[in-house]
């Protein structure tokens, strides 16, 4: 061996070692951003199910229907990283929404209904769930996800949804289900005309469902095609919520004439259609046109005339509304109209005789703004939590014409906006568009 090959033998072995140690430090460090991400996606699948309402209305879970129901107040110092930002998009709309139909209903429900002023300004409670729009994005500012993680947080939600659904259904037995409660009164698992059904709260199956058949409509495979058809399902044989099945039906056909080539909208508006006149062919689907007492339609119609007969022809009560009356009273307006009286039940005109015109068109404006906004950024970004975010948020305002979810459930969207704000600002932040799988 020559003396220059003696001398290069100890450098090609230093080589080999720092390679060596350079690739260990690099698996190391690869493991550790997995690790950390598992932990961001766990995290969130956690808190998502709070954020997004699941228990606010469960009552068969006192504990976390309990913790839902303070979740708006104490989650509120997790915006706080809000103020150290420029402003973001929405936030300050939902946030004047918030006060406006807040502080205005509230006032205005004192005097109307001789409420006494601290009971009365609790009236609108259920309301404190549009702040999620701001603490939930604080959440994601302080996590700081991936949108890939994020969106598989939502998807996770999703499955142990539909999975929680299908094991009630298989396993659960007869002696759980309600057969009698008062009206008004929503038990998880009950008996009725429809047979056995389960409340079980879509919101994640909706928004995955929604995505799932955006991806099937985009791409078509057996797999997508049988996810598809499992949920939807689900949706009608388990679920067996009118509103939900027809507001469904509504935003497939929409998301089918929107995401189709204008060659095949024609045909993708026609199977649709033939889709819909199926669901119709379900009696409990089409008991929703029924006018018959076994209906409720009765009970619906004397709440619309006594809500219309309230608000009178004083143009101060249809521009601002009346209020309504505290939950904390127990009698509330059933007692106050002597008539089983839910405002949510009446759509719109419930929301109308709540907040007035003025305070419908804040809804709806918020409504419609989440929703071009979402269908901005997936220009940029896309995939299959933000496909069905966009048509839940569609979905929402294709229901409240039946059933006013906006002002039980607020904090749905909410989420939703905070979801994608974030994203936007992660896009902005990269400087560069991205495309996630779907």
């Known amino acids: 061996m020559s003396a220059g090959q003696r001398q290069a033998a100890p450098l090609t072995t230093a080589t080999a070692l720092g390679d060596w140690a350079f690739q260990d430090d690099a698996a190391g460090v690869e493991a550790e951003e997995k690790a950390a991400s598992k932990r961001r996606t766990v995290l969130l699948v956690f808190a998502l199910p709070l954020f997004g309402q699941t228990f606010h209305y469960m009552k068969d879970l006192p504990p976390l229907w309990a913790l839902s129901k303070a979740l708006p107040i104490i989650s509120l110092p997790l915006a706080f990283p809000l103020l150290l930002r420029g402003r973001m998009p929405l936030t300050f709309e939902w946030l004047m929404a918030f006060l406006w139909l807040v502080i205005v209903s509230s006032a205005i429900g004192i005097f109307t209904f001789n409420q006494n002023f601290l009971i009365g300004l609790t009236a609108q409670i259920k309301l404190l769930p549009m702040l999620y729009c701001l603490s939930f994005l604080g959440l994601l500012l302080i996590v700081r996800p991936t949108i890939e993680e994020l969106q598989r947080a939502f998807l996770w939600c999703a499955g142990l949804t539909f999975g929680a659904l299908v094991l009630l259904w298989a396993?659960?037995?007869?002696?759980?289900?309600?057969?009698?409660?008062?009206?008004?009164?929503?038990?998880?698992?009950?008996?009725?005309?429809?047979?056995?059904?389960?409340?079980?709260?879509?919101?994640?199956?909706?928004?995955?469902?929604?995505?799932?058949?955006?991806?099937?409509?985009?791409k078509p495979t057996v797999t997508g095609g049988l996810l598809v058809a499992l949920a939807l399902a689900v949706i009608v044989g388990i679920v067996k919520t009118r509103a939900v099945v027809l507001a469904t039906g509504a935003t497939l056909i929409c998301s089918s004439f929107i995401s189709a080539s204008p060659r095949w909208r024609i045909v993708s508006l026609l199977v649709s259609l033939l889709g819909a006149l199926a669901l119709l062919q379900i009696p409990y689907v089409a008991g929703a046109f029924d006018t018959g007492s076994s209906s409720g339609f009765d009970v619906r119609a004397t709440t619309i005339a006594k809500a219309s007969g309230f608000l009178g022809a004083s143009p101060f009560r249809w521009l601002f509304g009346v209020g309504t009356i505290s939950s904390i009273d127990p009698a509330g307006l059933a007692h106050y109209f002597n008539h089983f009286f839910f405002l949510a039940d009446i759509a719109w005109l419930g929301v109308i005789f709540e907040f007035g015109l003025i305070g419908a068109a804040v809804i709806f404006g918020l409504l419609l703004g989440t929703l071009v906004f979402t269908a901005r950024l997936r220009k940029q970004v896309d995939g299959t939590f933000l496909a069905g975010a966009q048509d839940y948020v569609l979905f929402t305002i294709l229901i409240s014409a039946l059933y006013s979810t906006m002002t039980l459930q607020p904090g749905e969207i909410a989420v939703i906006t905070a979801s994608c704000v974030y994203c936007w600002m992660i896009v902005r932040e990269n400087g560069a568009e991205e495309t996630l799988g779907s």
């Open 171 to 218: 396993f659960a037995p007869q002696s759980w289900y309600a057969t009698a409660y008062e009206l008004g009164d929503a038990p998880l698992l009950s008996a009725d005309d429809r047979g056995n059904r389960i409340r079980m709260p879509m919101y994640f199956g909706m928004i995955a469902f929604f995505g799932l058949y955006r991806g099937f409509f985009k």
